[in-house]
C-alpha cells in the first residue's frame, strides 16, 4: 500500500495550491484521509481531515481558506488551499486509515508548499 502525494510548490501570498493523496495496493476500505503539515523547527499539525460519509474538521488557521475533499471511487483524497499565507509554508502530509485484515495507519511522503513573494 502506498500513498501518492502530489501539487506542492511555490506560490505567492493570495495564492491557490491543489494537494492531491492517492492510495494504491490492496485496499479494501479507507475510514479517515487527512493532511497535516510540517513547518521547520515545528511540529506536525493537523490540517484537516475528512471521513469516508464526507465529514470534515478544520484546524482553526486554515478555516475558510482550506478545503479537504474526497474520490472515494479513485481513493484520492484532495486538498484546495486558497488565501494562502507565507504561514502556510510547511511540507505536507496526508494520511490514511486503510483496511487490509485489519486497520492500519499509513503516511504519504510529503510534499512542500512554499507560500512567498
Known amino acids: 500500500v502506498q500513498l501518492q502525494a502530489s501539487g506542492g510548490g511555490l506560490v505567492q501570498p493570495g495564492g491557490s495550491l491543489r494537494l492531491s493523496c492517492a492510495a494504491s495496493g490492496s485496499i479494501f476500505s479507507i475510514n479517515v484521509m487527512g493532511w497535516y503539515r510540517q513547518a521547520p523547527g515545528k511540529q506536525r499539525e493537523l490540517v484537516a481531515v475528512i471521513t469516508s460519509g464526507g465529514t470534515t474538521n478544520y484546524v482553526e488557521s486554515v478555516k475558510g481558506r482550506f478545503t479537504i475533499s474526497r474520490d472515494n471511487a479513485k481513493n484520492t483524497v484532495y486538498l484546495q488551499m486558497n488565501s494562502l499565507k507565507p504561514e502556510d509554508t510547511a511540507v505536507y502530509y496526508c494520511?490514511?486509515?486503510?483496511?487490509?485484515?485489519?486497520?492500519?495507519?499509513?503516511w504519504g511522503q510529503g510534499t512542500q508548499v512554499t507560500v512567498s513573494s
Open positions: 494520511n490514511a486509515d486503510l483496511f487490509q485484515g485489519s486497520w492500519l495507519n499509513y
